[in-house]
């Protein structure tokens, strides 16, 4: 089984609501992802998370905060965001951190900024 | 830093016959991995086939197979008796082997099958 599932699967939203997407896998993963992909645009890395810690930021604004409270479990709390923000959040993971490992994608959840 | 190039923004094919996908990167290193994902209307991303660096044989993966050229840093995709489930938007992706986690994708080649 390489099921990543993500929620909601579309989510509307104004600049000054908080919200949060939510990841999960039962795989036994130790390593989760978050990117970020815009209309026709491959995905951009976001967020690396290995073992329960931040691993990898790739810079990205404070509005968007994650978390991740179990090893099966990866939340992005989203806060104050812009209308260019709307885009497809997809979740990813890894048995671990190590290069050779693939990474296997959640459906994503696709967001709009009014 | 590496740089994934597909130079081919959109192909189609004749279900039943064969396409092959280019994709060539940029990098100094010797040690990475090589991935074709395709993202199919749906959205999710999903692993067609992999290549290690370190590998001279070429993978394949029942209908899928890649020609990798480690010198001419080209890792082509070529599918065989094409399905109308193959169309998609097909990725190319590099990781480094040397530690850093993230992917870096091709601009993506959308594949149309006809009928």
């Known amino acids: 089984d390489t099921e990543v599932t993500q929620t909601p699967k579309h989510l509307v939203m104004g600049m000054t609501n908080k919200k949060s997407l939510k990841c999960e896998q039962h795989?036994?993963?130790?390593?989760m992802y978050w990117y970020k992909q815009k209309a026709k645009k491959p995905p951009e890395l976001m967020f690396v998370?290995?073992?329960?810690?931040?691993?990898i930021n790739e810079s990205v604004p404070s509005r968007f905060s994650p978390e991740c409270p179990n090893s099966s479990l990866l939340n992005l709390h989203l806060h104050a965001l812009q209308p260019e923000d709307s885009a497809l959040y997809l979740c990813?993971?890894?048995?671990?951190?190590?290069?050779?490992?693939?990474?296997?994608f959640g459906p994503g959840t696709r967001l709009l900024v009014l | 830093a590496q740089t994934v190039t597909q130079s081919q923004p959109e192909m189609s094919v004749q279900e039943a016959e064969t396409v092959t996908l280019s994709c060539t990167y940029d990098?100094?290193?010797?040690?990475?991995?090589l991935f074709w994902y395709k993202q199919p209307p749906s959205r999710q991303m999903i692993l067609v086939i992999r290549?290690?660096?370190?590998?001279?044989q070429n993978a394949t993966e029942n209908r899928f197979s890649v020609n990798f050229q480690k010198a001419a840093k080209s890792f082509s995709l070529k599918i065989s008796d094409s399905q109308l489930g193959d169309a998609a938007m097909y990725f190319c992706?590099?990781?480094?082997?040397?530690?850093?986690?993230?992917?870096?994708f091709g601009q993506g080649t959308r594949l149309t099958i006809n009928p």
């Open positions: 795989m036994g993963h130790r390593a």
């Open positions: 290549q290690e660096a370190y590998k001279q």
């Open positions: 992706a590099y990781r480094s082997g040397q530690g850093a986690q993230k992917l870096v």
């Open positions: 990813a993971s890894s048995q671990g951190p190590n290069p050779q490992e693939t990474q296997y």
């Open positions: 998370y290995s073992y329960e810690k931040l691993s």
């Open positions: 990098t100094s290193e010797s040690d990475y991995y």
